[in-house]
């Protein structure tokens, strides 16, 4: 740590070096405390800042330097305590209100601690306190891990805006929260700018709660801008800043609220009012009227062999108890797992593949023995819709549990998004040949099975039921915005065309020459007008969409950069993105390899990153039988690009599994990754599960198994 003297600033956290802030007259206990933290004499730090508190219990920096201690220590109740009194006595200390976050934080209080990171960032002027950056990322982490994605996106970009270091580390998250491909689409583009509110009576006023958001004066513009709302109506460009400012204070209740309101604007074009609808089913789905109901059900059971009775029903598959003992731990508060798990199967698709007994997975249940203070009981997720209904209805049946007492425990809200993509089970080994047309089957399957599910938005109907009526017409086109945003695994573009159409909704397509991003967000992805696009603007949505994973749209970006003219400054960098696209789309290894080696040439040209390109291709060479070739291809790779950072971290880890097998750990040395490449693609990328293939963890597989190469 550095050393402490006048020129340092304060502990007090006011923003001012010591020598001129009025803490000065105590620098030599500061410097005293200081060093026993340096040299981890906590318990000494703390005993002695505490001594001094008796005798000057007001102190600013005493409180600061005693907050940072206990939060080092991970003492809670203390910092909570301590953080409080600092507060109280220094409302206006940008120092205090991180303490304070930081606690709001830990606690779960996401909104106090938002509201209280940004209120620091104010108040902080141009001497932002080093502490920022963490309350941030904990922040950003926390509200991430809860699903609010969005949110999350904005804090990290206000980081991003505070200079360095803090650039650093908010660009860090910025860029773990694009690239997630498992979220939609919709939170991981930043939301539209208000619309021009011309010489509207209220223009002047929103002018200023513009002005406090660009302050970062977040509490303040949103007073300002509901007591505007209350006055002119729900305004399109009043709305539109007020969910900026829910969003960063992570209240998305009322942000899907905000967002319902802009659809029933008239003023709005029809593009935006189904941006802002599918936004609301991202944001509270259940709120918004997308989600499914599924009941946490117990059974009170009394027949003695029920248990034998289970594992006679052949729609029921059993699991490991662990699979569910933790979720069940949480809803149930019970410490004690089940003695029996099952899932829920059907057999489907029997007139294609009956040899491979495909079945379709649905819901859970699981059987607990009797206990001392507990009879026999059986725990279901039961659903009240679609398949998974049809499944837990027809064991129910078999079960006899129809005439037995059901005890309703919780009702859960699933999005439909999260409903429709359900996993099928394969028993017998499939042919290589066999899978590509599985795993359309299996996307047939789903799709019709998504069209029928009644939602509450739609009236309580399903898609099929309200194509063509056009008071549904921005809801519908909400949801297969909604739908696709999810990067749903092997669904194209031309996939949802296709269900555009067969559901009588058009898709939105928007010039390029206007700020499409600006416009409808995360949407822009889908609703460009390709066939009018200039190439600056196609080569940066490429690049856009392989960032962030839109996986739905990589073909019709790959058509139009075959077709457009390049021009010769960015002829490099249209190939190098192209191959890109194409890799993720090949679904032949060998035609993979070669890009791959396009690839890597393209990148040294342009003087970019080629590490993971390098490790790719390396895995696909293994996976494919050519070892000695793999192996010269990244012994010459790893001296030509030794300050690679990817490439580095993989060597490392290579070097690593060969010393664990060195000292006898079995299936991890001489083990490529190509095994667990294509085991992972398999199952999340096709949609099939096949519980006897080879482990991913065996020596073998990267050379036998089943050859197959999934793209990405």
């Given at each position: 740590?550095?050393?402490?003297?006048?020129?340092?600033l304060?502990?007090?956290g006011?923003?001012k070096?010591?020598?001129?802030?009025k803490?000065h007259?105590?620098?030599?206990?500061?410097?005293?405390?200081?060093?026993?933290?340096?040299?981890?004499?906590?318990?000494?730090?703390?005993?002695r800042?505490?001594a001094n508190?008796?005798?000057m219990?007001s102190?600013?920096?005493?409180?600061?330097?005693k907050?940072d201690?206990?939060?080092?220590l991970?003492?809670?109740?203390p910092?909570?305590?301590t953080s409080a009194k600092f507060?109280?006595?220094?409302p206006d200390n940008?120092?205090?209100k991180?303490h304070?976050a930081?606690?709001?934080i830990v606690?779960?209080n996401?909104?106090?601690?938002a509201?209280l990171l940004l209120?620091?960032?104010?108040?902080s002027?141009?001497?932002i306190?080093p502490?920022?950056?963490m309350?941030?990322?904990?922040?950003i982490e926390?509200?991430?891990?809860?699903?609010?994605?969005?949110?999350a996106l904005?804090h990290?970009?206000t980081l991003?805006?505070?200079g360095?270091p803090?650039?650093?580390?908010?660009?860090?998250?910025y860029q773990s929260?694009v690239?997630?491909a498992?979220?939609?689409?919709l939170?991981?583009?930043?939301?539209?700018?208000p619309?021009?509110?011309?010489?509207?009576?209220?223009?002047?006023?929103?002018d200023?709660?513009s002005?406090?958001?660009?302050?970062?004066?977040i509490n303040g513009?949103?007073?300002?801008?509901e007591?505007?709302?209350?006055?002119?109506?729900?305004q399109?460009?009043?709305l539109?800043?007020?969910?900026?400012?829910q969003?960063i204070l992570?209240d998305?209740?009322?942000a899907a609220?905000?967002?319902?309101?802009l659809?029933q604007c008239?003023d709005?074009?029809?593009?935006q009012?189904?941006?802002?609808?599918?936004l609301?089913f991202d944001?509270?789905?259940?709120?918004?009227?997308?989600?499914?109901?599924?009941?946490?059900?117990v059974?009170?059971?009394?027949?003695?062999e029920?248990e034998?009775k289970?594992?006679?029903?052949k729609?029921?598959q059993?699991?490991?108890?662990?699979?569910?003992?933790e979720?069940?731990?949480?809803?149930l508060?019970e410490e004690?797992?089940?003695?029996?798990a099952?899932?829920?199967t059907?057999?489907v698709?029997?007139?294609?593949f009956a040899?491979?007994?495909?079945?379709r997975?649905g819901t859970?249940?699981?059987?607990?023995?009797?206990?001392?203070?507990n009879?026999?009981r059986?725990?279901?997720l039961?659903?009240?819709?679609?398949?998974?209904?049809?499944?837990i209805?027809s064991?129910k049946?078999?079960?006899?549990?129809?005439s037995v007492?059901?005890e309703?425990i919780e009702q859960?809200?699933?999005?439909?998004?999260?409903?429709?993509?359900?996993?099928?089970?394969?028993r017998q080994?499939?042919p290589?040949e066999r899978r590509?047309a599985l795993?359309?089957?299996?996307?047939?399957?789903?799709t019709?099975?998504?069209?029928?599910?009644p939602?509450?938005?739609?009236?309580?109907q399903s898609?099929r039921?309200?194509?063509?009526?056009?008071?549904?017409?921005?809801a519908?086109q909400?949801?297969?915005?909604?739908?696709?945003?999810?990067?749903?695994s092997?669904?194209?573009?031309a996939?949802?065309?296709?269900?555009?159409?067969r559901?009588?909704?058009?898709?939105p397509k928007?010039?390029?020459e206007?700020?499409v991003?600006?416009?409808?967000?995360?949407?822009a992805?889908?609703?460009?007008?390709?066939?009018?696009?200039d190439?600056?603007?196609?080569?940066?949505l490429?690049?856009?969409?392989l960032t962030r994973?839109i996986?739905?749209?990589?073909?019709?970006?790959?058509?139009?950069?075959q077709?457009?003219?390049?021009p010769e400054?960015?002829?490099g960098?249209?190939?190098?993105?192209?191959h890109?696209?194409?890799?993720r789309?090949?679904s032949?290894p060998?035609e993979?390899?070669k890009?791959?080696a396009?690839?890597?040439?393209?990148?040294?040209?342009?003087?970019?990153?080629?590490?993971s390109a390098?490790i790719?291709?390396?895995?696909l060479?293994?996976?494919?039988?050519?070892?000695g070739?793999a192996r010269v291809?990244?012994?010459?790779?790893v001296r030509e690009?030794?300050?690679?950072?990817t490439?580095m971290?993989?060597?490392q880890s290579?070097?690593q599994?060969?010393?664990?097998?060195?000292r006898?750990?079995?299936?991890l040395g001489?083990?490529?990754?190509?095994?667990n490449?294509?085991?992972?693609g398999g199952?999340?990328?096709?949609?099939i599960?096949?519980?006897?293939?080879?482990?991913?963890?065996?020596?073998?597989?990267a050379?036998?198994?089943?050859?197959?190469?999934?793209p990405d």
């Amino acid at each position: 740590m550095a050393s402490l003297d006048q020129y340092s600033l304060c502990p007090c956290g006011n923003g001012k070096k010591i020598k001129f802030c009025k803490c000065h007259e105590h620098l030599p206990e500061m410097q005293d405390i200081y060093r026993m933290i340096s040299g981890e004499q906590n318990v000494a730090a703390l005993d002695r800042i505490n001594a001094n508190l008796k005798t000057m219990p007001s102190e600013p920096w005493l409180l600061a330097m005693k907050c940072d201690l206990l939060l080092r220590l991970g003492e809670l109740e203390p910092l909570e305590e301590t953080s409080a009194k600092f507060i109280r006595l220094q409302p206006d200390n940008p120092l205090a209100k991180l303490h304070r976050a930081m606690v709001a934080i830990v606690r779960g209080n996401t909104e106090e601690g938002a509201s209280l990171l940004l209120q620091s960032i104010a108040d902080s002027g141009e001497t932002i306190h080093p502490m920022t950056a963490m309350v941030g990322m904990n922040l950003i982490e926390f509200i991430g891990q809860r699903g609010s994605i969005l949110p999350a996106l904005l804090h990290a970009e206000t980081l991003m805006d505070l200079g360095q270091p803090m650039q650093q580390v908010g660009m860090s998250a910025y860029q773990s929260i694009v690239s997630d491909a498992q979220s939609s689409s919709l939170l991981r583009e930043t939301i539209p700018s208000p619309v021009d509110p011309g010489d509207a009576p209220y223009a002047e006023r929103l002018d200023e709660a513009s002005s406090l958001i660009e302050a970062i004066r977040i509490n303040g513009a949103k007073t300002k801008l509901e007591s505007m709302i209350r006055e002119f109506g729900p305004q399109p460009a009043i709305l539109q800043a007020l969910l900026h400012c829910q969003l960063i204070l992570t209240d998305g209740e009322s942000a899907a609220a905000t967002c319902r309101k802009l659809t029933q604007c008239p003023d709005l074009p029809e593009h935006q009012k189904v941006y802002y609808q599918s936004l609301a089913f991202d944001l509270s789905p259940q709120s918004s009227g997308i989600s499914l109901k599924d009941d946490l059900v117990v059974y009170t059971i009394e027949d003695p062999e029920f248990e034998s009775k289970l594992a006679t029903v052949k729609s029921l598959q059993p699991v490991p108890v662990d699979q569910l003992k933790e979720m069940l731990q949480m809803m149930l508060q019970e410490e004690v797992p089940p003695k029996v798990a099952y899932v829920c199967t059907d057999a489907v698709l029997q007139e294609q593949f009956a040899e491979s007994e495909p079945l379709r997975v649905g819901t859970w249940i699981a059987f607990y023995g009797k206990q001392t203070d507990n009879p026999a009981r059986l725990v279901a997720l039961e659903a009240n819709s679609g398949y998974q209904k049809k499944q837990i209805d027809s064991i129910k049946s078999d079960l006899g549990l129809n005439s037995v007492k059901r005890e309703l425990i919780e009702q859960l809200h699933l999005p439909f998004v999260q409903r429709i993509s359900s996993q099928v089970m394969i028993r017998q080994q499939i042919p290589d040949e066999r899978r590509l047309a599985l795993s359309d089957a299996i996307k047939h399957l789903n799709t019709e099975e998504a069209l029928d599910i009644p939602l509450e938005c739609l009236g309580n109907q399903s898609m099929r039921e309200v194509a063509g009526k056009a008071e549904y017409r921005v809801a519908l086109q909400a949801v297969l915005l909604s739908w696709q945003a999810r990067n749903p695994s092997g669904f194209t573009d031309a996939d949802f065309d296709a269900i555009h159409k067969r559901l009588q909704v058009s898709e939105p397509k928007l010039s390029p020459e206007l700020d499409v991003f600006d416009l409808v967000g995360g949407a822009a992805y889908y609703w460009t007008d390709l066939a009018n696009i200039d190439p600056q603007s196609l080569i940066q949505l490429m690049q856009s969409s392989l960032t962030r994973g839109i996986a739905s749209m990589y073909q019709p970006l790959i058509d139009r950069a075959q077709s457009t003219q390049w021009p010769e400054e960015l002829r490099g960098s249209a190939e190098y993105t192209l191959h890109n696209l194409k890799v993720r789309v090949c679904s032949d290894p060998n035609e993979a390899e070669k890009l791959l080696a396009r690839i890597i040439e393209s990148g040294k040209k342009l003087n970019v990153s080629i590490g993971s390109a390098i490790i790719e291709r390396f895995e696909l060479l293994s996976m494919l039988g050519r070892h000695g070739e793999a192996r010269v291809f990244l012994e010459n790779a790893v001296r030509e690009n030794s300050s690679d950072p990817t490439l580095m971290r993989y060597i490392q880890s290579l070097m690593q599994q060969s010393e664990m097998a060195a000292r006898g750990n079995s299936g991890l040395g001489g083990q490529s990754s190509a095994g667990n490449i294509a085991d992972a693609g398999g199952a999340n990328s096709s949609g099939i599960w096949t519980p006897d293939g080879p482990s991913s963890s065996s020596p073998d597989s990267a050379s036998g198994g089943s050859k197959l190469w999934v793209p990405d």
